[in-house]
């Protein structure tokens, strides 16, 4: 069955960096476009960073600079490269797959930014 595993999460003060990485299974990842979101408490889910099957990456404007996407197609990952992370970046981040029609979602892996 398919499988979107995010990891890397972890408590980090403000300024701070985290790598995440989500491994894929049971799917033909070079042709899925891979996104990362995320969802604070009480808030809803955003599309924080997306890499399309050619290496292209768009990100929200909260993140411009400070966050890079990249993907390995031979291994199945997607990471997620966070710099000078913020109290409000802390979320739940998830794992994004999408390919036409079909689309999956990882469990999700926590990051807290706090001092």
């Known amino acids: 069955q398919v499988q979107l595993v995010e990891s890397g999460g972890d408590l980090v003060q403000p300024g701070g960096s985290l790598r995440l990485s989500c491994a894929a299974s049971?799917?033909?990842?070079?042709?899925?476009?891979m996104c990362w979101y995320r969802q604070a408490p009480g808030k809803q889910r955003e599309l924080v960073a997306g890499i399309t099957v050619n290496g292209f990456a768009n990100y929200a404007d909260s993140v411009k600079g400070r966050f890079a996407i990249s993907r390995d197609n031979a291994k199945k990952t997607v990471s997620l490269h966070m710099n000078r992370l913020k109290p409000d970046d802390a979320a739940v981040y998830y794992c994004y797959a999408q390919y036409s029609e079909n689309y999956y979602w990882g469990q999700g892996t926590q990051v807290t930014v706090s001092s």
């Open positions: 049971g799917i033909n990842f070079s042709i899925y476009a």
